[in-house]
């Protein structure tokens, strides 16, 4: 591990024990004296929330492409959105039922 690397994570885990006294009112803990437990928790928890900002990150854009699709069926009338519906889950509904075949989703790519 670089020492750069282990600098970002050291910061990384200072603002968490930070957050996570600051929330509890006890700031006695400093990060050097967290278990091992505490270290692997924390790392757990920073892997997960990676994760989801990684997939969030790739999904959004779809989900904007899908609203704008959406808006353009509906504009043509080959769809209606209600109020408080999306546009991105009325054309993914829409092109799912056109070209998905009455099939599920899960089962097609199996």
Known sequence: MTDKLK????????MCLKSKSEKEGDTSIKVDELTE?????IAE???AI????V???RLLPVSRK?????YLLEVQGKITVKAGEAYDEAALNFFSDMYGGGIALSKRLH
Request: no cysteine; glycine share 4%; proline share 0%.
């Open 66 to 70: 899908l609203a704008e699709l959406g």
């Open 37 to 41: 437990e505490q270290h692997r928790e």
């Open 55 to 57: 997939e969030l990150q």
């Open 45 to 47: 928890d920073a892997v």
């Open 7 to 14: 600098d970002k994570i050291e910061k990384f885990l200072a």
């Open 50 to 53: 990676t994760n989801s900002l």
